[in-house]
Each structure stands twice: as C-alpha cells, then as structure tokens.
C-alpha cells in the first residue's frame, strides 16, 4: 500500500503564505489535498490527476491556492496564500492507486491518506 508522508505545516499571519508537501511511496493516479476545521466535515481542497496534471479547486480557494506535482518524486505541493483565519484546519493529503466513479470531492474517492499536518492562520 502507498504511504504518504506530508510537511510543511505551521503557524502563520493573515495575509501570509506557506508550501504543503505530500511524498508517496508509490504511483498514484491522483493526488488531493483535504482539510478539517475542529469540529466540522472534512472538505475538499484541491486534487490534481497525476498524468496529465489536471488541476481542480474547491471554490472558497481557487484565486489563492495553486496544487502542483513532481512526477519524479511521486510529490504533491499547496501553495497557499492570501491565507486567512477560515483556512485553520488540519490538512490532509489523499490518493487514489486505482480509478473510481467518486468525486474528486468526496473522500470515499481516496484509498490512502496521510497523517494530517496542521496549519493555524492568526488575526
């Protein structure tokens, strides 16, 4: 089973940016990005499909995160900028190794998930 393993957390300003990191052990078809505030639903953040890099957001971070990837490293980034308090959550990231129906949104879509690294964004 593919492992992965994410980095890049921490404690920002608002207004201030960081990087997300996401290293699998394996291939992946696709590579997503999720979050989960205290207390609420986990959300869909971003997914990118491996092969030919397409790229979807959730609408409430389209104009200020960008997903990207290194195919060689089996690697999945967030930038994230413009970030404000809402953006506190513990984030997570998810792959699929083989294709399902789901939505790209919808965690059942994903067999593997990673640890969570927690980002905190302060007023």
């Known amino acids: 089973q593919v492992q992965l393993v994410e980095s890049g957390g921490g404690s920002v300003q608002a207004g201030g940016s960081l990087r997300l990191a996401c290293v699998a052990s394996g291939y992946t078809l696709s590579m997503a990005w999720f979050r989960q505030a205290a207390g609420n639903e986990r959300e869909g953040v971003a997914v990118?499909?491996?092969?030919?890099?397409?790229?979807i957001y959730a609408d409430s971070v389209k104009d200020r995160f960008t997903i990207s990837q290194d195919r060689v490293e089996n690697a999945v980034y967030l930038q994230m900028n413009s970030l404000k308090p809402e953006d506190t959550a513990m984030y997570y990231c998810?792959?699929?190794?083989?294709?399902?129906?789901?939505?790209?949104?919808?965690?059942?879509?994903?067999?593997?998930w990673g640890q969570g690294t927690q980002v905190t964004v302060s007023s």
């Open positions: 990118i499909r491996v092969a030919r890099g397409t790229t």
């Open positions: 998810a792959a699929n190794t083989e294709p399902t129906a789901g939505a790209w949104s919808a965690s059942t879509s994903y067999n593997t």
